[in-house]
């Protein structure tokens, strides 16, 4: 059986008290591609930022192979939702893709041929290799979403954590990100996505986790994605809140 990269236990966390989900139990497969889908305010983000060790739950505890989510951060790539991102930031394209790279080299060593060429590959595996030396507050957003995944890649992580990467844009765009997604599964990389369009939850994953405050479903497509579980998350009434 394939082994957990993640496994979420008795996960609740409140944002000032206020409880957002709770009791989650969860488990992420090794080399799957894990959708997290669920309504607006469903608390995807806040699961994701858990795992993150971005914010302190109330209880409960998350492991990333079998370790506190501190010690395996070394190993994940993180694409934050676009909207948490200063974009205004003066750096170019490069610089952004090349941050991939301190987590192996540490913070204050400088960047080699190497570091430059892995960016290099990474931005032309995204289709951005011409826009190395651009402002990143002068890209448009699914260019910009391009270089944020080409970061992930040059990062080179076993598993792969992102938040919306298909929102606002164009199918090519789209097309390419799982693409890009498929290849890296089969170089035996694992993904936990944020997902909204259900049309294409069959299409581009093979694991879903169907969140509204609890799990109201989790497992392969085939297990868990059924309309019967896609209702009861989608229709306010039947949630407790
Ligand atoms: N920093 C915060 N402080 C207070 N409340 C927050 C904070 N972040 C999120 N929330 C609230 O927590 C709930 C879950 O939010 P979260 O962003 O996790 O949901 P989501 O499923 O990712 O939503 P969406 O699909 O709209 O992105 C929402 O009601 C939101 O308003």
Not at 39 to 48: F, R
Not at 126 to 151: C, N, P, T
Not at 181 to 189: P, R, V
Request: hydrophobic share 40%; proline share 3%.
């Amino acid at each position: 059986m394939t082994r957990n990269i993640i496994e979420v236990s008795d996960l609740s966390v409140a944002y000032a008290h206020n409880p957002v989900i709770w009791h989650i139990n969860l488990a992420v497969k090794a080399n799957s591609r894990t959708a997290v889908v669920g309504p607006n305010g469903a608390g995807k983000s806040t699961l994701i930022k858990s795992i993150m060790n971005l914010n302190k739950p109330l209880s409960g505890k998350v492991e990333i192979n079998g370790k506190k989510p501190k010690h395996a951060l070394k190993n994940i790539a993180y694409v934050p939702q676009k909207g948490e991102v200063n974009w205004d930031f003066p750096t170019t394209v490069l610089d952004v893709v090349l941050m991939g790279r301190y987590v192996h080299k540490g913070w204050f060593k400088r960047m080699n041929k190497a570091d430059v060429a892995a960016a290099m590959d990474a931005l032309s595996t995204m289709k951005m290799e011409a826009f190395k030396d651009r402002q990143i507050s002068e890209l448009s957003g699914g260019q910009r979403q391009r270089v944020f995944l080409a970061r992930a890649i040059c990062h080179d992580a076993d598993f792969y954590i992102m938040d919306e990467p298909l929102q606002g844009i164009d199918i090519t765009t789209e097309k390419l990100i799982i693409d890009t997604i498929k290849a890296l599964q089969a170089k035996g990389k694992s993904f936990l996505v944020v997902h909204h369009n259900l049309d294409t939850v069959e299409e581009y994953f093979d694991h879903v986790i169907i969140l509204n405050k609890s799990v109201i479903a989790q497992g392969t497509i085939e297990e868990a994605w059924k309309k019967e579980n896609i209702d009861k998350a989608y229709d306010d009434r039947s949630v407790t809140t």
